[in-house]
């Protein structure tokens, strides 16, 4: 495996890193490319690599018997794929599966386990993560339960921008629907209503924001919720300092 040095680390969790923990880890690293549709595992096997997505994002589904696998949570450069590693657990709870193109770092299995011997800050960081991690997956479940379509479907889409790096992403309502667990029809409505109020524009599979700030206020308390643990626990994501400094340069 050859690590590539001059790719650009966007990924939050390596940049807090120590610059020798950090330059430990991405010796071992490799960067490839997170193709939509691609899983990159599956439930209760072996994970064979372990990912730090630099761009795109990872949908975590759980499936069961009869209906459509539904979304528990996604990942971006906030995080990675495999946390539970750090519990010494090396099978996956749930199928991974790339919702948003783009790049990570991957690197497999058996190297991670002795690099979190030899480095007790990714240890530690990989410990909080996961915290947050399973505080998304109560929260969405709650939210599933309680909150309605309109603000739910609003929450999923904020969480989709901040780990797209882009104010466009392709989503089609049928995924949406998928996803969220509801019939394509109530998606349908939802983003129609939304189009409507000039929070997002829709063609052809593809989903552009054009007013995060209404579309944060048309979301559920759930979305905060989120960014406020890994806040608290993790500091600021590298996604909203993009956001930031794109939004000071006046591009989307």
């Not at 099978?91 to 790049?103: H, K």
């Not at 240890?123 to 739910?152: G, I, K, M, P, T």
Request: with cysteine; net charge neutral; aromatic share 8%.
């Amino acid at each position: 495996m050859s690590a590539l040095p001059y790719a650009p680390i966007t990924n939050h969790l390596v940049n807090l890193l120590s610059e020798q923990e950090r330059i430990l880890l991405l010796q071992h690293c490799e960067v490839v490319e997170l193709e939509f549709g691609s899983v990159l595992c599956e439930s209760q096997q072996h994970y064979r690599y372990l990912y730090f997505p630099l761009s795109g994002f990872i949908s975590l589904v759980t499936k069961v018997t009869g209906h459509k696998p539904l979304e528990m949570g996604l990942i971006g450069n906030e995080g990675m794929l495999g946390v539970t590693l750090a519990l010494g657990i090396t099978t996956a709870p749930m199928q991974a599966v790339v919702q948003g193109a783009g790049t990570a770092w991957r690197i497999n299995l058996a190297t991670l386990q002795q690099l979190l011997l030899q480095c007790p800050q990714l240890q530690h960081l990989l410990q909080q993560y996961l915290f947050v991690l399973l505080s998304q997956l109560s929260q969405n479940a709650a939210c599933a339960h309680f909150h309605e379509l309109d603000s739910r479907l609003a929450r999923w889409l904020l969480m989709s921008y901040d780990r797209a790096h882009s104010h466009s992403f392709h989503l089609t309502h049928q995924f949406l629907a998928d996803m969220l667990g509801v019939r394509r029809s109530g998606v349908t409505v939802a983003a129609g209503i939304m189009q409507q109020q000039q929070l997002i524009s829709y063609s052809r599979g593809m989903i552009s924001i054009l007013n995060r700030d209404a579309l944060q206020h048309a979301a559920c308390e759930c979305y905060q919720a989120g960014q406020d643990d890994y806040r608290r626990l993790l500091g600021e994501p590298t996604a909203d300092n993009m956001q930031r400094r794109s939004a000071k340069q006046g591009t989307p």
